[in-house]
């Protein structure tokens, strides 16, 4: 593995880097950094990214991301509103596995918004990546819904997205941020970890 390129690229993207970007990214990461604990604080952080990311993916003419942190920015706010307000008879939120009928209404979730976002963005936008973006997006779009409902899964969602984000973003230009997924990829892999030890406990319990 060439270690100078990633340097390199890191080294780049720090130079290249504006102040929003630097925000937006590391509010990215608490939020991750607090959704792989279970912690509360994974939404206010992630509306500050989210918000953030919104402007610089319209910027750079990666629309489907930009309506993906919208849609972050929305889901955030149910998600903190859910994880607040469990059952009567639960103290909190239990992370939980995903039954047959979810994998199903997942699976129908992404192709629908691949198909969707795909025919819109290569039939009317300037997007240079319609297809790309679109994957990301959809499925993000799915991890972000598992998210707020505590499911296992959305790790798995959320690692494809990283990886195929990283050369997405590299290819753009935003090499910060790039490197930014390659992070969340690590994460989101240690998430997925420790949300397994926690859906046991929860069900052990």
């Not at 942190?69 to 607040?84: E, H, P, R």
């Not at 290569?122 to 991890?143: C, E, I, L």
């Not at 998210?147 to 990283?166: C, Q």
Request: hydrophobic residues 50%; contains cysteine.
């Amino acid at each position: 593995m060439d270690f100078q390129f990633f340097i390199d690229g890191l080294s780049e993207g720090l130079k290249a880097m504006t102040w929003l970007e630097g925000i937006a990214v590391f509010f990215g990461i608490a939020s991750v950094f607090y959704s792989m604990r279970e912690n509360i604080l994974v939404y206010p952080t992630g509306l500050v990214s989210t918000l953030i990311y919104v402007w610089i993916c319209l910027q750079y003419k990666l629309y489907a991301d930009m309506g993906i942190n919208a849609y972050y920015f929305s889901m955030s706010i149910y998600g903190w509103y859910v994880w607040t307000h469990p059952k009567e008879d639960q103290q909190v939120l239990p992370v939980t596995w995903l039954k047959p009928s979810g994998w199903v209404t997942s699976a129908l979730i992404f192709v629908a918004s691949y198909g969707i976002l795909s025919f819109v963005l290569s039939n009317f936008t300037d997007s240079d990546v319609p297809y790309w973006d679109s994957f990301t997006t959809s499925s993000a779009f799915v991890g972000m819904w598992l998210m707020a409902r505590k499911k296992v899964e959305n790790w798995i969602f959320w690692i494809i997205t990283d990886l195929v984000s990283v050369p997405l973003y590299f290819y753009k230009g935003l090499i910060l941020t790039s490197f930014q997924f390659l992070f969340f990829t690590v994460l989101a892999i240690m998430g997925l970890f420790a949300w397994v030890k926690s859906a046991k406990h929860y069900a052990e319990s």
